[in-house]
């Protein structure tokens, strides 16, 4: 038998308790995760087979990441088990659910330009950048409540809109080469007009001097 300060013992004690730190709302916020992680591999799968059904069960997933996203929250206040473990899962789920997973979308969808490519790299850099200064800013935010009065710049779940806007686009067989306002090439790369709105929504989402109040 292993004596009880041995590095395996305090390692396996470290993994429990973390689990003991696990709270009703993580497991939310993990099934937010975990359909962020779904669009991604039904995008490559949209890709590879070009099946429409494919694409629409990817952007489904954001609506239910989105909910999922709501009730970790409003679970985690009513049962007042907030906690710092709490809040880095919800920002690293939303990274993947509303940064990651909906840019992996659009160039599903044929945003596949050298300048779309930078711009929907700039759009998850925003949605990083956004969820990490809310983490250091929500308890001055906070002024002292349970939660925010408002949101400096938009949040990142407002992504969720674009995904509602390839989804229509996949619906209306406007993918790929139909894309809306087409392509038009400047310099070297190609860009697709659509993939602004991904600049439009990041440079959003990083404003200082837009407040969005929180519901």
């Not at 292993?2 to 696990?22: A, D, E, T, W």
């Not at 979308?105 to 711009?119: E, K, Q, T």
């Not at 686009?169 to 007009?193: C, F, I, S």
Request: with cysteine; net charge neutral; charged share 15%.
């Amino acid at each position: 038998m292993m004596p009880p300060s041995s590095p395996s013992v305090i390692k396996q004690r470290k993994h429990f308790s973390m689990l003991r730190g696990f709270h009703l709302a993580d497991f939310f916020t993990l099934a937010n995760a975990a359909c962020g992680v779904a669009t991604i591999f039904l995008a490559m799968l949209y890709i590879v087979q070009g099946s429409v059904a494919h694409f629409l069960a990817a952007a489904a997933m954001a609506p239910a990441a989105f909910i999922f996203d709501v009730l970790d929250g409003r679970i985690a206040r009513w049962r007042h088990t907030n906690s710092a473990l709490g809040l880095e899962l919800d920002s690293l789920a939303d990274v993947i659910s509303f940064g990651v997973a909906p840019a992996a979308l659009a160039f599903a969808a044929g945003l596949r330009g050298g300048w779309d490519a930078v711009i929907l790299i700039y759009f998850v850099c925003c949605g990083v950048s956004r969820l990490a200064r809310y983490n250091v800013t929500a308890e001055s935010l906070s002024e002292g409540a349970d939660k925010v009065a408002y949101f400096e710049g938009t949040p990142i779940p407002t992504s969720v809109l674009l995904v509602a806007l390839l989804a229509v686009l996949a619906w209306q067989e406007r993918l790929g080469e139909n894309l809306y306002w087409g392509v038009w090439t400047l310099g070297p790369w190609d860009l697709h007009p659509l993939a602004l709105l991904f600049l439009l929504s990041g440079t959003l989402m990083i404003s200082k001097t837009l407040r969005v109040p929180k519901l």
